[in-house]
């Protein structure tokens, strides 16, 4: 079936470092989200992309749509201690928009 | 707005006995989900409904797994009997729906299952 490989497993920063995080994929997807999970919670849509090339930032984070349409990547400018938590990439499968999740990023920051 | 309420928010079990979860989605969405998340795994969908019909239950484990959501709004999960490999968070998720389209889900704070 389809899968995300998100990359890396986990990460160890300090604070006021700038993260990188991405996802792959073998199939073409229409949409690729990007979510936050805190311990004890669930996930929240940090950020949405839904065209090919876009590229868009919600405060620190900054993410992108690859332009084949495989692949993202989320960026995390001057991480801050609440930033700490499991981010998760995932996509819409086009035939039924339901979605489909990588394995997790868990952002550590070293104090 | 109310979000996604659901409980209990830890069950503890021992194998073979049964457990149910609840959940009730946020006001006016039409669209609710389960979720196993196993521990340093992504979200696997269990089952999909739309109102009170399924649309998708192709990965729920129907020999000891079952769901409804009788009237439209709040569902239940359960699990009879559960098995070791049943440890997990549940997630419930909801959102509305519209067709063709990407419909933001919303998650609650999922129900944590520790099977002995």
């Known amino acids: 079936g389809q899968q995300l490989n998100q990359s890396p497993q986990s990460m160890f920063i300090q604070e006021g470092e700038d993260v990188s995080m991405n996802c792959t994929s073998s199939s073409i997807f229409n949409t690729w989200l990007w979510y936050k999970q805190d311990p004890g919670e669930g996930p929240v849509l940090l950020i949405a992309l839904y065209k090919a090339g876009e590229l868009t930032s919600n405060g620190r984070l900054t993410a992108q749509f690859g332009i084949t349409r495989k692949d993202s990547f989320l960026n995390i400018s001057a991480s801050i201690p609440s930033d700490v938590g499991i981010y998760f990439c995932a996509a819409h499968q086009p035939s039924n928009y339901q979605l489909i999740w990588g394995a997790g990023t868990k952002l550590i920051i070293k104090p | 707005e109310a979000g996604v309420a659901q409980s209990p928010r830890y069950k503890i079990i021992e194998k073979r006995q049964s457990v149910a979860f609840w959940c009730n989605p946020i006001s006016g969405h039409a669209t609710l989900y389960w979720y196993q998340q196993i521990l340093g795994q992504g979200p696997k969908l269990l089952i999909q409904?739309?109102?009170?019909?399924?649309?998708?239950d192709s990965q729920l484990p129907k020999d000891r797994f079952s769901a409804e959501r009788l009237k439209g709004v709040d569902s239940t999960l359960k699990i009879q009997p559960a098995k070791l490999e049943d440890s997990a968070v549940y997630l419930c998720a909801s959102s509305l729906f519209v067709l063709n389209s990407y419909n933001e889900q919303f998650f609650g704070p999922g129900t944590r299952l520790t099977v002995l």
């Open positions: 409904f739309q109102n009170n019909g399924v649309v998708d």
